[in-house]
């Protein structure tokens, strides 16, 4: 299979080019890996992030149907909202913003900073959902809105959140294995963040397509490793009717990790505030305390565990969610600055 495949499915242009690959000299060096990063965090709209790569399949649909609104779910500081607004304000559409509550007991920075934030600039309309867990909820309440928009002469479009759907978002990191192996081919494993799956579970299918042994290793975001590991073979059971094939992925195609996951979603634990502190102070690059602090953390885990093996050349794929740093001072700040001699 070739992922000419992919050409049938109407995309909308949000990606400039291809983001960076960097060696991480410094880190390579401590940990006895050949360490590289595909630094998604560059991607082109809104602070960049890999749902770019997902709703370029998202907005293509929107656009084919003639939307004039896209209509999303995520949570509070939600990487995905945000960028889909830009991606709206840039593409000439109507945002509106279905916020969940699934970190509780958070504080009024989580709630006003980062992502929220840079939803309101960009003029999105907000909506509120009680649950946190309740995929198949969300999406209703979605349809329900965009239903009364339907009355009101808009047409509007649903980036669905649920399993149920077709997994249109996981074609962008399909091309990503692709653009990967142009860039530089050969890494013996990658790694990246595992939450709704779609990236993981497009990442995984390109590199299969490409006809590529490399294995695939998700770190947990959201849920424990069974549970990530049967939603996984249910995206990609879904991948592979969007794509009309069979076979693709095996079960053992899929890999999955949750040492950092706890204390939870959107909760940061020692794991992920050793990776975070770790990617800054050797490399000067940040991490974000909800995905990609956690993946970093499963690259310092396989390693430690003798999964991933001396000298192994490993990508770490950098999916963005920086603005959430901001909200998460509470969580993250030292005090260092506050304690130092004048």
Known sequence: MTLEVLDRFPRAALMTGPTPLERLDRLS???GIDLWIKRDDLSTLSFGGNKNRQLEYYFGAAQAAGAD???ITGAVQS???RIAAAAAARLGLKAI?????RVP???ETYATSGNVLLGEILDAEFMRYPEGEDEAGADRALRARAEDLRRAGRVPFVIPLGLANPPLGALGYMRAAEEIQRQAPDFDAMVVASGSGLTHAGLLAGVKALGLPTPVFGSCVRRPAADQTARLTEVCARLETLLEIEGLIQPEDIRVWDKALTPGYGR????ARTALTTMARHE???LDPVYTAKSFAAVLGLVEEGTVAPGTRVLFVHTGGLPAIFAYQEELATGAAVKAEP
């Open 97 to 101: 913003l279905q916020l969940e509550d």
């Open 29 to 31: 060096e401590k940990l």
């Open 105 to 107: 007991g958070m504080g």
């Open 268 to 271: 940061i634990g020692e794991p």
């Open 69 to 71: 609104t896209v209509l």
């Open 79 to 81: 990487n995905y909202a």
């Open 284 to 286: 000067g690059l940040f």
